[in-house]
T-cell receptor, first 113, second 114 residues
Framework: GQQLNQSPQSMFIQEGEDVSMNCTSS?????WLWYKQDPGEGPVLLIA?????ELTSNGRLTAQFGITRKDSFLNISASIPSDVGIYFC?????????????FGQGTRLTINP | GAGVSQSPSNKVTEKGKDVELRCDPI?????LYWYRQSLGQGLEFLIY????????KSGLPSDRFSAERTGGSVSTLTIQRTQQEDSAVYLC????????????FGPGTRLTVT
């Protein structure tokens, strides 16, 4: 079953606002990833984090890998309408070869124009 | 280039029937993964393949679920004697294999069991 706790479950914001969501785990993951899923599509990778404490940006997105390797957060600055969707965190225990992903429950982002 | 494709995109079946879901991975990707996404939930790992072998089947919910991969390419997920709780979106992903992180997902097959 799910081992990652993601919060909040949903967010309703105004266009232009900043967004923050986070993910925690009771066990260690060696890699953390953040995905976005649009309706009717599969998840698309946004950011991958490989080292504890790592802070990585991708445009308006910033994500951090917690020092304990049990948590991560994702920030979106100056939100725009195309940011609407469901955001998932995912963890991977190993960092070599094929590895399954463990997903959080998702954060549904809605933007009011 | 072409991404991961899945067929059918939608499948409605009666309880008790068998269904087959197909995944065509990105050409050259040696690793292939199956996940299940129930309504409003995150993705749940089912099984993955490295080449034609399945090192990890731990996520398959019951012995009604099976999967195979042939020629290191196409994979089929089979659900026998479907139940209503099997209704979900079944997602396939593939990766180069040396780095499982870069998993590219297909659009999924939405299965509805009536």
């Amino acid at each position: 079953g799910q081992q990652l706790n993601q919060s909040p479950q949903s967010m309703f914001i105004q266009e232009g606002e900043d967004v923050s969501m986070n993910c925690t785990s009771s066990s260690i993951f060696n890699t953390w990833l953040w995905y976005k899923q649009d309706p009717g599509e599969g998840p698309v990778l946004l950011i991958a984090l490989y080292k504890a404490g790592e802070l990585t940006s991708n445009g308006r997105l910033t994500a951090q890998f917690g020092i304990t390797r049990k948590d991560s957060f994702l920030n979106i600055s100056a939100s725009i309408p195309s940011d609407v969707g469901i955001y998932f965190c995912a963890g991977q225990r190993g960092n070599q070869g094929a590895q399954k992903l463990v997903f959080g429950q998702g954060t549904r982002l809605t933007i009011n124009p | 280039g072409a991404g991961v494709s899945q067929s059918p995109s939608n499948k409605v079946t009666e309880k008790g029937k068998d269904v087959e879901l197909r995944c065509d991975p990105i050409s050259g990707h040696t690793a292939l993964y199956w996940y299940r996404q129930s309504l409003g939930q995150g993705l749940e790992f089912l099984i993955y393949f490295q080449g034609n072998s399945a090192p990890d089947k731990s996520g398959l919910p019951s012995d009604r679920f099976s999967a195979e991969r042939t020629g290191g390419s196409v994979s089929t997920l089979t659900i026998q004697r479907t139940q209503q709780e099997d209704s979900a979106v079944y997602l396939c992903a593939s990766s180069p294999g040396d780095r499982g992180l870069k998993q590219d997902f297909g659009p999924g097959t939405r299965l509805t069991v009536t």
